[in-house]
């Protein structure tokens, strides 16, 4: 057999061992359950259908038209079971705050509701990262590394819908270290000048009575016990979940050894005014590190007292009406983009949300603002 003959024979054998070879696709993994809900839907060939295509629609439509708020936020709202909608929830959070959102079915409670949060990357691109989901009962909890903006979309499956209530809540991460006292007893802030302003505060001075016990405010491990310079008597504590070291300075007593475990609320030294505070009030200068000073203010201070658990007027979900005069949007809440300030008459208004002042209202443009509230019983 020749040599040429030979290669073509192989050739042919090669290229029909190829020809039946299977192709298999790479396996997919959804990364949360709204994702896996839209593989559903495209492997029963519904996102091409109009119903899918609104659905992905409507999933992308909170990323443009987010509802701005103020933690603590609440509110009783409904979604059509008749077309596809999304809700999106725009707010700020602090480091050292804890973020706790909490969803309520108020009618159909087999309703299947997915809840994303989204952090604001890049606001002038229009950028958000996915960062967690809500669990099976539809609550969320996280705390930030850094200051941040944040989108909360809501969405239901197809064709469903119904009426929900929703609580966003910011809360620190950290106790109150000194027994009985509250931001009100704090005196000195984070950056407040020292030393003629050569240096800068590095923590908050809480001011009490001597002796008044100085308490751990999360589990962490003892670090130091000593005396330090300017702090005079110190304790070092290490959050063990965060890596956040915290400062504790100018103690009467120290009540933790070095390498002991401590608890939240367990005693670890009290008020006093040792180092360079011993001609000031006794107080604790309270401090943490993370590769740096960090402000603990927002850590430890309870910034609001926390709202009762919302009774929506459910009779005013779904309500619409149109306007025999103009009315002015009220600045206590803040508006989505795009909504001017003044409704005209004749607007046809509908009342998307309730909470306990205000309600949420949608024209006849999909445009969203807020109204009390009084002036909607007056209409």
Same mark, same amino acid.
């Given at each position: 057999m020749s040599s040429k003959l030979f290669a073509s024979i192989l050739g042919?054998?090669?290229?029909?061992?190829?020809?039946?070879?299977?192709?298999?696709?790479?396996?997919?993994?959804?990364?949360n359950d709204h994702e896996a809900y839209w593989y559903s839907l495209k492997q029963a060939n519904l996102l091409n259908s109009a119903l899918g295509k609104d659905w992905m629609d409507a999933s992308e439509r909170p990323f443009n038209e987010q509802i701005r708020v103020n933690l603590?936020?609440?509110?009783?709202?409904?979604?059509s079971d008749l077309k596809p909608d999304a809700l999106g929830y725009r707010f700020d959070v602090k480091r050292g705050q804890k973020i706790l959102v909490n969803i309520d079915l108020i009618t159909d409670d087999s309703t299947r509701v997915f809840v994303d949060l989204f952090r604001v990357e890049n606001d002038s691109l229009n950028k958000f990262r996915h960062v967690a989901s809500a669990d099976s009962l539809l609550d969320l909890a996280f705390s930030?590394?850094?200051?941040?903006?944040?989108?909360l979309r809501l969405q239901p499956e197809l064709l469903r819908g119904g009426q929900y209530s929703i609580t966003i809540e910011n809360v620190p991460t950290l106790a109150f270290p000194v027994a009985g006292k509250n931001k009100r007893a704090i005196q000195s802030f984070f950056g407040d000048p020292r030393d003629g302003g050569r240096r800068d505060h590095h923590g908050v001075d809480i001011f009490a009575k001597r002796h008044t016990p100085i308490i751990a405010p999360v589990a962490a491990d003892v670090r130091f016990v000593g005396t330090r310079g300017i702090g005079g008597k110190v304790v070092w504590l290490h959050d063990r979940k965060t890596g956040n070291h915290l400062y504790f300075a100018h103690l009467q007593d120290q009540n933790v050894k070095r390498y002991q475990k401590v608890s939240p609320g367990d005693t670890i030294g009290t008020v !006093? #005014?040792? =180092?360079?505070?011993?001609?000031?009030?006794?107080?604790?200068?309270?401090?943490?590190?993370?590769?740096?000073?960090?402000d603990p203010y927002s850590f430890i201070v309870e910034e609001y007292q926390r709202p009762e658990k919302l009774q929506?007027?459910?009779?005013?979900?779904?309500?619409e009406f149109r306007l025999?005069?103009?009315?002015?949007?009220?600045?206590?809440?803040?508006?989505?983009?795009?909504?001017?300030?003044?409704?005209?008459?004749?607007?046809?208004?509908?009342?998307?949300?309730?909470?306990?002042?205000?309600?949420?209202?949608?024209?006849?443009? !999909? #445009?969203? =603002?807020?109204?009390?509230k009084r002036e909607v019983r007056k209409l």
């Open positions: 042919a054998i090669l290229l029909l061992g190829c020809s039946q070879e299977e192709i298999i696709p790479d396996r997919f993994y959804p990364r603590p936020y609440q509110e009783a709202f409904e979604i930030p590394r850094k200051d941040a903006s944040y989108l !006093g #005014n040792t =180092g360079n505070a011993r001609y000031t009030p006794p107080h604790l200068h309270f401090g943490i590190y993370n590769n740096g000073p960090i929506p007027d459910t009779a005013l979900l779904g309500k025999a005069h103009e009315l002015l949007l009220k600045n206590e809440m803040k508006r989505s983009a795009g909504i001017s300030d003044t409704l005209s008459i004749g607007s046809t208004l509908k009342i998307a949300a309730v909470n306990h002042n205000y309600v949420r209202i949608i024209d006849a443009n !999909g #445009n969203k =603002g807020f109204l009390t």
